[in-house]
């Protein structure tokens, strides 16, 4: 397994943006996804990239807002989330595990962050 540690998370504005970053440490060359939950609902999928960061996939409610990325080198991911809305505010979770949109897909996951998106 994995170990996954999330960060930057918080408070703000809608249409502003954030930057969520995932460190992991054990095995590399997995892929690497962000899901989230708000209050009530189902963690849901938000975006993907695979192993060796040449594909990734996002979920329409933030294609084309958010950007998903890593660096094998610090072996973190990163989330860039920008023109933030208040349906974005969850609970992100960084996972590790298969290339893929299934939340069943991934074996390791973090503790969460939170992201608040006032209006």
């Known amino acids: 397994q994995v170990q996954l540690v999330e960060s930057g998370g918080g408070l703000v504005q809608a249409g502003d943006s954030l930057r969520l970053s995932c460190a992991a440490s054990?095995?590399?060359?997995?892929?690497m996804a962000w899901f989230r939950q708000a209050p009530g609902k189902e963690r849901e999928f938000v975006s993907v990239i695979n192993g060796i960061g040449s594909n990734t996939l996002y979920s329409d409610s933030v294609k084309g807002r958010f950007t998903i990325s890593r660096d094998h080198a610090k072996n973190t991911a990163y989330l860039q989330m920008n023109v933030l809305k208040p349906e974005d505010t969850a609970v992100y979770y960084c996972?590790?595990?298969?290339?893929?949109?299934?939340?069943?897909?991934?074996?390791?996951w973090g503790q969460g962050t939170q992201v608040t998106v006032s209006s």
């Open positions: 996972a590790a595990g298969k290339y893929s949109a299934e939340l069943a897909d991934f074996d390791s």
């Open positions: 054990g095995r590399t060359f997995y892929a």
